[in-house]
Structure formats: structure tokens, C-alpha cells
């Protein structure tokens, strides 16, 4: 019998310490406390590992990890608990953005705290119904040596715990991300919202209400450095490793039930259910090979089309393993195919929607200009 393993790029040691990480302490520590808090003991293990520090060049204090390293981290954080990838990730991103945008004094400042895990940031960039960053409502302006920062963000992933949050609004002449202390006045975080998955790590609106920041240092790369290319350019490749972790890890556990149950069916039932073993194995495989191929060199797919493409199949797969494990899949104490289950509906949304993605892939096919362009998120 073939037992998914999960890809076999997590070699090195870090790399591997996380796999050992996701895989033995994520279960213990969902069992013990659930999806109710910002789960800080295991973001400081995480920091301890480096996995923090994985985006952030060795210099910088970082632990400058390989992509196929990184994607190993949104492959197990996935497979273990989707919301905890998801403020994993933000903060990877966060981090390459400072890498690329930041001032050299920004990047001296910001990048060895935050490879540490000692200050964990969120991302404050989207805004319901604003399809481009140059349409965003949130404006910073300068008023001598004093910004002003307005406006409204819909859901900012760990709005409630993040050291510092990257707020992107529109100056007059440049879309701006401005460096945001919560504890000073002028931010407002909005009560929890109200979901079905992603529990766990806070997800809320924040408005900012006339917050005062130096217009010279704390704006990402200094006041008018335009990030409007690199929202537009926004890359989904970490949310296929998501997928495909979340998919192993219900393929896992329908096989080990069907495996203890299969020889107390009626032989027609047999011949159904292998069947659907056979049906979610093979979409696996091929969402494993997707994954592959999009991490290797000269990859025939894009990263749109394998985000699209694994989370559509994610949705699948959840179904299927649903099914065969029954009643016991949806309700027995170890199992936690309901929350991947919860949580695989979020992958269709976050990084970008998934139809805005196809549309993004149809303009590019048909050598269209770009109409209504991808919103990316953390
Ligand atoms: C769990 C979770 C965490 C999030 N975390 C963050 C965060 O940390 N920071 C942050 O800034 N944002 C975050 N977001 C917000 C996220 O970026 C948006 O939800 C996402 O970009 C979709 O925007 P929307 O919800 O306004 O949907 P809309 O833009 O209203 O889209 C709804 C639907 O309209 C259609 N549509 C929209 N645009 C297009 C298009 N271009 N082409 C074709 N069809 C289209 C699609 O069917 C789409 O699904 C988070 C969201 C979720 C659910």
C-alpha cells in the first residue's frame, strides 16, 4: 500500500526541525488549548527554528532558507493548521518586502527582529470592492515632518497580536506601505470576525483614524517609494504548498480509516470505496505534481494556474475523504478533517480570489489588456 509522504525537499536541518515541529507539537497544542488564541508558544518555536528568519538574507540576521526550503514551511504549516500558515506567511512576505522596498536603515531596523520572531507583523492592504492599488480609499499625506494616515481595512490576518502592521495607502502621488505601531493612538481594531475557518490567529477590520508617523522613516523604502508594480506583480506560490499539505493530510487519515474498516464491508462496499481511494489518491498525486513542477526549474505551469488549479482540488479532496471516513471523519475526536475541511474554503480567497486568478490567466492567453486587476492579500 502507497502512504503519502509529502514532498521530499525538507532536508536540511531547520527545514527539517520545522517538518518535526508541524507534524508532532501543532496536534498537542490544537488539542490542548484549540482554536481559540493567537497560539504564541508555538510562533516563538517557529522563531526558534529560524523558520521566521527563512525570507530574510543571512546578513540581515536571518536564516536566508532556499524557495524550495520556504515552501516547505506553507507545505507542513498547511498540513498541520491552515491559520497558523496563514500568519506564517504574511510574515515571510513582509519580510522579502522589507528585504526589497526597505531603506538600508529600514532593513537594519526591521529585518533581525522580525527574523527572530520578535516582532511579527500583519498586512493592512486590502479594502472591499478595490480592485487596484491605485483605487485604494486609504490615503497618507504629508504635512511637514508629520504623516497622516486614513482609512478603512476589511480583514488584516492577526490584526489583534502583530508587533506592527503594514498599512498600504494612497498618497497623492504613490501608493505608500507605512510602518503602524497599534499601541499608538489613531488605530483601531475591529471586534474578531465572525467565520467559519481560519480560527485561532485574529482576523479583523482596522481603521485608521488620523495616525501620526514619521513621513521620512516609517514609510516601506521612504515617503514616495511607489509599491504599486509589486502589488500587481503578487505571487501565489506559497498558498499551492498550503494546499497540497492540507490535502495530504486528509488523504492521510481516509486511508488509515479505511484501512482498519475496509475488510468489515460487504464486498460491493469494497469495490466503492476503492474506487474513491483510487479517485482522491490520483487528484493528489496530482496536485503533488503541480507543486513539483511549479518549484522546478522552468516550470510548465504558473504559479495563478497551480494556485487555482491545487485549491480548487483541495476542495475535492476534503470531500472525499469526508466520505470515506463518515461519520467518524466528520466527528470522531482525532479527527481534524472538519477544520481542514473549514479552512480549505479560505484558500479559494486569500492571496487573490480564485476567479480574479482565471481572469488574470484569460488575459494573458488572449494577449488582452488587464481589466479588473488581482488583489493580492497576505
Ligand atoms: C481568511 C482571510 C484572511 C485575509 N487576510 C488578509 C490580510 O492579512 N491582509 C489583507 O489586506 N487582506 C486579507 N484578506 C482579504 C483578502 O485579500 C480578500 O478577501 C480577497 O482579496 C478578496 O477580496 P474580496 O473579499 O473583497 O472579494 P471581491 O473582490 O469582492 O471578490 C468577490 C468575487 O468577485 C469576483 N471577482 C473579484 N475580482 C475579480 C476579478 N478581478 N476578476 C474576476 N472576478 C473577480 C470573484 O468571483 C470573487 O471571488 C483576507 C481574507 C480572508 C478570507
Do not use: W
Given at each position: 500500500m502507497r502512504t503519502p509522504s509529502g514532498p521530499d525537499d525538507i532536508g536540511r536541518s531547520?527545514?527539517?526541525?520545522?517538518?518535526?515541529?508541524?507534524?508532532?507539537?501543532?496536534?498537542?497544542?490544537?488539542?490542548?488549548?484549540?482554536?481559540?488564541?493567537?497560539?504564541?508558544?508555538?510562533?516563538?518555536?517557529?522563531?526558534?527554528?529560524?523558520?521566521l528568519g527563512a525570507t530574510v538574507p543571512v546578513e540581515y540576521g536571518g536564516s536566508g532558507w532556499a524557495r524550495a526550503d520556504v515552501a516547505g514551511i506553507g507545505y507542513e504549516l498547511g498540513r498541520g493548521w491552515q491559520p497558523l500558515a496563514g500568519l506564517v506567511g504574511t510574515h515571510l512576505k513582509l519580510c522579502r518586502q522589507v528585504r526589497r522596498h526597505g531603506t538600508p536603515e529600514q532593513r537594519r531596523t526591521w529585518l533581525?527582529?522580525?527574523?527572530?520572531?520578535e516582532t511579527v507583523f500583519a498586512r493592512a492592504y486590502h479594502e472591499q470592492g478595490v480592485g487596484h492599488p491605485s483605487r485604494l480609499r486609504s490615503s497618507a499625506t504629508r504635512h511637514g515632518g508629520t504623516g497622516v494616515l486614513h482609512g478603512r481595512k476589511s480583514w488584516v490576518t492577526?490584526?489583534?497580536?502583530?508587533?506592527?502592521?503594514?498599512?498600504?495607502?494612497?498618497?497623492?502621488?504613490?501608493?505608500?506601505?507605512?510602518?503602524?505601531?497599534?499601541?499608538?493612538?489613531?488605530?483601531?481594531?475591529?471586534?474578531?470576525?465572525?467565520?467559519?475557518?481560519?480560527?485561532?490567529?485574529?482576523?479583523?477590520?482596522?481603521?485608521?483614524?488620523?495616525?501620526e508617523f514619521d513621513p521620512d522613516e516609517e514609510v516601506l523604502g521612504g515617503w514616495g517609494h511607489d509599491l504599486t508594480e509589486s502589488l500587481l506583480a503578487h505571487d501565489v506560490?506559497?498558498?499551492?504548498?498550503?494546499?497540497?499539505?492540507?490535502?495530504?493530510?486528509?488523504?492521510?487519515?481516509?486511508?488509515?480509516f479505511v484501512r482498519d474498516s475496509l475488510d468489515q464491508r460487504p464486498a460491493g462496499v469494497r469495490g466503492a470505496v476503492l474506487l474513491r481511494v483510487g479517485e482522491l489518491a490520483?487528484?493528489?498525486?496530482?496536485?503533488?505534481?503541480?507543486?513539483?513542477?511549479?518549484?522546478?526549474?522552468?516550470?510548465?505551469?504558473?504559479?495563478?494556474?497551480?494556485?487555482?488549479?491545487?485549491?480548487?482540488?483541495?476542495?475535492?479532496?476534503?470531500?472525499?475523504?469526508?466520505?470515506?471516513?463518515?461519520?467518524?471523519?466528520?466527528?470522531?475526536?482525532?479527527?481534524?478533517?472538519?477544520?481542514?475541511?473549514r479552512d480549505a474554503l479560505a484558500l479559494l480567497i486569500v492571496g487573490a480570489p480564485n476567479d480574479a486568478l482565471l481572469q488574470r490567466i484569460g488575459e494573458r492567453e488572449l494577449g488582452v489588456e488587464p481589466g479588473v486587476t488581482v488583489k493580492p492579500d497576505a
Open positions: 531547520g527545514p527539517a526541525q520545522v517538518r518535526a515541529f508541524a507534524r508532532t507539537e501543532i496536534g498537542p497544542y490544537l488539542a490542548e488549548h484549540g482554536e481559540a488564541d493567537y497560539p504564541r508558544p508555538l510562533v516563538r518555536r517557529l522563531a526558534q527554528l529560524g523558520a533581525a527582529p522580525m527574523a527572530r520572531g492577526n490584526a489583534r497580536d502583530a508587533d506592527r502592521i503594514l498599512a498600504v495607502a494612497r498618497s497623492p502621488h504613490a501608493v505608500l506601505g507605512v510602518f503602524v505601531d497599534p499601541a499608538r493612538p489613531g488605530v483601531v481594531i475591529g471586534p474578531e470576525l465572525p467565520r467559519p475557518g481560519m480560527l485561532g490567529v485574529s482576523l479583523a477590520e482596522i481603521a485608521f483614524t488620523g495616525y506560490t506559497s498558498y499551492v504548498s498550503r494546499a497540497l499539505g492540507s490535502a495530504d493530510a486528509v488523504h492521510e487519515q481516509a486511508l488509515r490520483t487528484r493528489v498525486a496530482v496536485m503533488r505534481s503541480v507543486r513539483q513542477s511549479l518549484l522546478g526549474p522552468e516550470p510548465p505551469v504558473t504559479p495563478d494556474e497551480a494556485k487555482v488549479f491545487c485549491t480548487a482540488h483541495l476542495q475535492e479532496a476534503v470531500r472525499e475523504a469526508a466520505l470515506l471516513c463518515g461519520g467518524a471523519g466528520y466527528a470522531a475526536p482525532e479527527t481534524t478533517l472538519g477544520r481542514h475541511y
